[in-house]
């Protein structure tokens, strides 16, 4: 069984050279996937032809396809206003080619708005999803730690934070090996009385339902290890990610210049640390981040993803479709008849 | 004209120990500073007697009191359940003082939510607020971020939100001498339409009014100096305080570990960046965190407070009195006619 994927080659800031480079690494490294490379045809054909890519084994070459598409939204407009004005764009484009069944994975590094716009306004929930969730997985002490939702609903309803606790367990499972995924809800404290009403009705169905739910959870436990999948809604969760992100950079930054002068050797023996501690926040070091939910698979990547980035999230989409995750959600949600 | 300032002697990981030797620090310091030390009165005693604190002048001396207060509430207690049960607590205690006109400002690093809990119960709001906040600020480039609201009020209207931008204004301005100190309102992006129908409105409110507002902003900005106020609800403010505290603890952490055993010269020399670096979350720097818009004043000191961090409180609650916030705080709501 081979698995085709549509790749938004116009999206991101490194696109498309960056982009269509790490998906025909990963068509090179998996037999099993059909590339479609979605942008403008030239450019694409360009860069297939540059240094890195042209000598591409004819078999792998059958395998990688190009759909021409004549527009690009850029990473600063504004989703909704480009989508509407911008029937042609490369990220609707590759978000129709999953709509008609003609691809079962679409990937994107570029507008993250106008992203989860096309993916939501184009491809169908599964059965019994009321809101799909975009989940973003960092390290966190010897595991992984799963979030969601980042930013696809920013008002969450606590039925929808209980399907997403659901998903995102399924997800984790599968694709991250976890046995039986801790799940921890959001909140400001660990007591059960703690926070909203839709968090204290959350907590209620999560701590009824057979899931791995280990109560409340704090901003910090993103990091420690305590769960593998933290749930909240698109608001917090997108603040959080922006946060770590930007603190993040901010102390390692200050970190390297203090030693660049006058410790350059010490700098260099802590380099692999402060790499890990950078990619901390680097979801494409886990393939990018899918929009649990809808009928096929939507990976958003960084805009600044290169080409691991991308060949990443080639192996995270070819795994999802191998492991039938989709299935195992819907089989799931239907069990907690939800 | 001399400033009364009430501490819970009994509240913080390191109490009475640090708590006192700290604010006897903030009193010799100050000459027209009047402490209450509220607590058990004879371990109070028993540290007023010990090494570090015995040799105070008696000008000083006649200047420190004790008020005993016979219960403490632990850190781990369910805040309100604590204050229905222990009505002789250190924190309740303070809070009554303050109430009955005998101290002009509290002082707690005991049980957080047991102290908001305290303050909003027992003192009054000023005239025309509407919800009392929790102002929390960090050093931002050059300058001073001060985040509002990080915990006492975790679903706020638009108004609130509006109110709590003018107070940590006038907080900024007096506290941290900022002219004309910029407001943004933390959401999820730029465009005036992001966000949920109260931070919309919002948004409104602080366009419309003469504050020096500078839009939407996203979590990382806290660190940026792009503003010098960040306006949030609560519940996201409480999660960004954890989540910068735990990120910040953990890569320090892991850098100090790399480089300490093949590289002690290197970590010795970089030590001054890595504490500025830690203290950016450590807002006892900046005084502990005051609850805007109560009748008085109420700092909550981080639980892990030590002598500096005291001291560092009583000097902000001194200036908080001398340059009269509260009554700019007044003035500045009714200017606006909220």
Redesign the interface.
């Known amino acids: 069984m081979s698995v085709s994927i549509a790749v938004d080659a116009m999206g991101g800031d490194r696109a498309p050279g960056e982009i269509v480079r790490g998906a025909v690494l990963g068509a090179k490294e998996y037999s099993d996937v059909n590339l479609i490379l979605v942008g403008d045809q030239r450019l694409i054909e360009g860069e297939l032809c540059s240094s890195e890519t042209k000598n591409i084994a004819p078999e792998a070459k059958k395998r990688i396809g190009i759909h021409h598409a004549g527009e690009v939204i850029q990473m600063g407009e ?1 989703p909704a206003l480009a989508l509407r004005k911008k029937k042609d764009a490369s990220i609707r484009r590759a978000a129709e080619l999953m709509a008609k069944g003609e691809a079962e994975c679409v990937i994107s590094a570029g507008n993250t ?1 106008a992203a989860v716009a096309a993916f939501t306004l184009l491809l169908k929930p599964l059965p019994k999803v009321l809101r799909p969730g975009i989940a973003v997985s960092f390290p966190a002490g010897k595991s992984v730690c799963t979030v969601i939702d980042v ?1 696809a609903n ?2 969450c309803k606590p039925i929808h934070l209980f399907q997403y606790a659901i998903m995102a367990s399924v997800f984790s499972h599968y694709i991250f090996g976890v046995e039986n995924p801790k799940v921890g809800l ?1 909140n ?2 660990a ?1 059960v009385a703690k ?2 009403e839709v968090l204290k009705q959350a907590h209620e169905l999560l701590s009824r339902s057979n899931l791995n739910f280990v109560g409340n959870v ?7 290890g305590n769960c593998n999948v933290i749930v909240c809604d ?3 969760g ?11 950079f ?3 930054d ?2 390297e210049k ?2 660049e002068a ?2 350059p ?2 700098l260099e ?2 380099r692999a ?2 790499d890990i ?1 950078r990619r901390r926040n680097d979801y494409s070091e886990y393939g990018g981040a899918p929009l649990l939910g809808v009928d096929g698979l939507a990976i958003i990547c960084h805009g600044s993803s290169d080409r691991r980035a991308m060949r990443n999230a080639v192996r995270v989409a070819r795994e999802f479709s191998k492991f039938q995750v989709n299935k195992h959600i819907v089989a799931e949600l239907a069990s907690f008849d939800t």
């Open positions: 504004s708005g930013g920013i008002q959001l400001i404290g007591e926070g909203t704090e901003g910090n436990d993103i990091h420690t698109g608001f917090v997108n603040v959080m990610l922006k946060l770590s992100e930007g603190l993040s901010h102390i390692l200050t970190i203090a030693l006058e410790h050797e010490a023996d802590i640390e402060l501690l």
